[in-house]
């Protein structure tokens, strides 16, 4: 009978080291998370970097006939420009306060009007 009694006394010890250790690693598994988080963001912001270059060498070799309709690259860059350096604030924070988002432009396709249309917004 008092071995029972000891196993029955450790449980709630057990519970409590048990509940220690738990607690210990979630910090542990909270900044590995946060680690794996930073090192995808690094990963997609070289992406962008890629995708960049490969704008600019299809804006350099599109073919210069002028078109009713042509990729506009200027804006597909800028945009990219837009997202790293969302990336970069976030990855690298410069101040305490949120930026005010400026929304990305989305319509990659530019139409060459006549003169005697109207200017579109």
Not at 7 to 23: N, Q
Not at 34 to 43: D, T, V
Not at 99 to 112: C, E, F, K, W
């Amino acid at each position: 009978m008092g071995q029972t009694n000891r196993r029955t006394s450790a449980r709630p010890a057990l519970a409590v080291v048990l509940a220690v250790s738990f607690s210990a690693l979630q910090p542990a598994a909270a900044a590995d998370s946060l680690a794996s988080e930073r090192e995808q963001l690094a990963a997609l912001t070289r992406q962008l970097d890629l995708i960049d270059r490969l704008a600019e060498h299809a804006a350099n070799t599109a073919p210069q006939e002028r078109t009713r309709y042509h990729f506009d690259y200027a804006r597909l860059r800028a945009d990219l420009n837009r997202v790293r350096a969302g990336l970069q604030d976030y990855l690298v924070p410069q101040r305490a306060q949120p930026r005010d988002p400026v929304p990305l432009a989305g319509d990659y396709v530019r139409r060459d009007r006549a003169d005697d249309e109207e200017p579109s917004p």
